[in-house]
């Protein structure tokens, strides 16, 4: 399973199903042509039907295997119980639809599933080839999207088919790429089918489950074999056996009493709204609020207006309240992750104080344990993600306008915010009001690191929110909200700071993000 979805990843032509009414061939005929000399890889039926049941399921599986489904509007292909029967089944696969009309028909006459969509229109021959390219744009527009549609959709409808087979379903890295994919779906793009989405989970439920029992299972091994253990101690890895025994004696214990009773069902987790907030663990971990989908324009609109660009969030998201405290990363500790690293909190006291003296690999440590110990996707922010939780639908310098101050009253701790922490040290978190999106302290306290690569422009970055890897230096990573020393004109919702991802200083944390499933 895995090596089929990933040999499929190496292909590059667009894969495209023609639905069309036999009185249309002559059309079809050209249209297949001409898509063909564009590099499209075109399915396209062209036997008659004789034995019906086996001529279906060959239409079943290109319709499967197709990136999206062109029909062909005419009279005669409304009427064409064929035709329209093709439709009904790619509606079901939630595949994405082209219509196009060869000869005109009146709107009610239209299949339902393609009323709301644009129609490109090749009812004049003079505009063939016009047409025609119009067509190849919308077709590779959200490809690599479109594609991976196609293939987990193949994936869940072969795991489905087999009886819900485990040695079908998906293994990392292909399981993580997969969720990343449901995570950033690009606006307009179709929805994942519920098969699609049932077989995601159930990968990530035997994986999770899987690396429990081998987890415990080495662990009983070592403990019946510690007379050979001891007796062969040059020949073993003792950082194994330890972060095994640390697990079954420390995390898992800590894991069923402090966290698993509270983590989300997935039913809870499909009736959340936007604002909505929750917890998953009994005290001492992120609570997180619920980010709405939306788009916004990122980047300074002052220093640098020529980077500015539209990013897109095609479903919500969760964003811890608060940045990450000190009695968080404590928890971690206790529960047997974060590599047991205890930093220092230079006198300022730990509790609810934000976290200080962390790097970008420490973030990563936590976010691991956490994803570890509820069995849900908790990770850093993107850059993009985090400038569209901080503004909260504003477009001013801070989220509560273009003043550092609201009308006299300091609402950050930064170099020069006006609060009492300034210049001195950081400020409990939630000190100051929230932005509108309910979230505290997303300007000023401490620099909080991002998922994301440093790049020095904007330029070629994604427009989904994810995190940008490629092509940056990934020994910097990306900085945002400022710190307790920071001056007003660096700290506010665009500005953005670099640092070496080893870095630890009384100025550097981070909050989470939670990845939530679908409805």
């Known amino acids: 399973m895995q090596d089929t979805v990933a040999a499929r990843n190496v292909r590059t032509k667009t894969r495209v199903f023609i639905s069309y009414s036999r009185k249309d061939m002559a059309f079809a005929d050209s249209l297949e042509a001409a898509l063909k000399a564009r590099s499209f890889e075109v399915l396209i039926d062209r036997q008659e039907i004789y034995a019906f049941e086996d001529w279906w399921k060959r239409i079943e599986a290109l319709i499967g295997g197709a990136d999206t489904v062109v029909f062909i509007l005419s009279p005669d292909a409304v009427q064409?119980?064929?035709?329209?029967?093709?439709?009904?089944?790619?509606?079901?696969?939630?595949?994405?639809?082209?219509?196009?009309?060869?000869?005109?028909?009146?709107?009610?006459?239209?299949?339902?599933?393609?009323?709301?969509?644009?129609?490109?229109?090749?009812?004049?021959?003079?505009?063939?080839?016009?047409?025609?390219?119009?067509?190849?744009?919308?077709?590779?527009?959200?490809?690599?999207?479109?594609?991976?549609?196609?293939?987990f959709g193949e994936a869940a409808r072969r795991w489905i088919e087999e009886g819900r087979?485990?040695?079908?379903?998906?293994?990392?890295?292909?399981?993580?790429?997969?969720?990343?994919?449901?995570?950033?779906?690009?606006?307009?793009?179709?929805?994942?089918?519920?098969?699609?989405?049932?077989?995601?989970?159930?990968?990530?439920?035997?994986?999770?489950?899987?690396?429990?029992?081998?987890?415990?299972?080495?662990?009983?091994?070592?403990?019946?074999?510690?007379?050979?253990?001891?007796?062969?101690?040059?020949?073993?890895?003792?950082?194994?056996?330890?972060?095994?025994?640390?697990?079954?004696?420390?995390?898992?214990?800590?894991?069923?009493?402090?966290?698993?009773p509270y983590v989300l069902r997935a039913a809870q987790e499909r009736a959340l709204k936007s604002g909505d907030s929750f917890k998953e663990c009994a005290q001492d971990c992120p609570e997180v609020v619920v980010v709405p989908a939306g788009s916004y324009t990122m980047g300074d609109p002052i220093d640098h207006p020529e980077q500015q660009r539209k990013v897109s969030f095609a479903r919500p998201f969760a964003v811890s309240k608060y940045e990450l405290t000190f009695a968080d990363w404590d928890a971690c500790v206790a529960g047997g992750g974060c590599d047991g690293y205890k930093p220092n909190d230079q006198g300022w006291g730990r509790g609810h104080q934000p976290l200080i003296y962390v790097n970008w690999?420490?973030?990563?440590?936590?976010?691991?344990?956490?994803?570890?110990?509820?069995?849900?996707?908790?990770?850093?922010?993107s850059e993009s993600e985090y400038e569209y939780a901080a503004r909260a639908g504003t477009t001013t310098d801070y989220p509560w306008g273009d003043d550092v101050m609201l009308n006299g009253r300091p609402m950050a701790n930064c170099g020069k915010c006006g609060s009492q922490w300034d210049n001195k040290q950081t400020a409990p978190v939630g000190s100051f009001p929230p932005n509108k999106f309910g979230l505290y302290d997303m300007v000023g306290n401490v620099l909080e690191w991002t998922e994301d690569c440093y790049h020095f422009k904007y330029n070629g970055a994604p427009e989904d929110g994810s995190a940008w890897i490629a092509g940056g230096d990934c020994s910097t990573h990306a900085l945002r909200g400022g710190a307790w020393s920071t001056p007003p004109s660096l700290a506010y919702s665009g500005s953005r700071h670099a640092y070496a991802s080893g870095t630890r200083a009384n100025r550097t944390g981070f909050r989470v993000g939670r990845t939530l499933i679908g409805p």
């Open 80 to 151: 064409s119980e064929v035709a329209l029967k093709e439709i009904t089944y790619a509606a079901v696969l939630n595949k994405r639809f082209a219509p196009i009309v060869c000869r005109r028909v009146g709107d009610g006459a239209v299949p339902e599933a393609l009323r709301r969509l644009n129609f490109i229109f090749f009812d004049d021959p003079a505009q063939f080839e016009a047409s025609t390219d119009k067509l190849t744009e919308a077709l590779q527009t959200d490809i690599g999207w479109i594609r991976r549609h196609t293939e």
């Open 165 to 260: 087979a485990g040695g079908l379903l998906l293994r990392p890295p292909v399981l993580d790429q997969a969720e990343a994919w449901i995570a950033f779906r690009p606006s307009g793009a179709p929805s994942p089918t519920a098969e699609t989405e049932a077989f995601i989970r159930a990968s990530r439920k035997v994986e999770v489950a899987a690396k429990r029992r081998s987890r415990i299972l080495n662990v009983g091994l070592y403990t019946m074999l510690v007379g050979i253990i001891l007796g062969l101690v040059g020949w073993i890895n003792q950082a194994s056996i330890a972060d095994e025994w640390r697990f079954l004696t420390v995390t898992w214990p800590y894991e069923r009493a402090n966290v698993r």
């Open 361 to 381: 690999d420490d973030a990563q440590q936590y976010t691991a344990w956490l994803s570890q110990v509820t069995g849900k996707t908790y990770r850093l922010l």
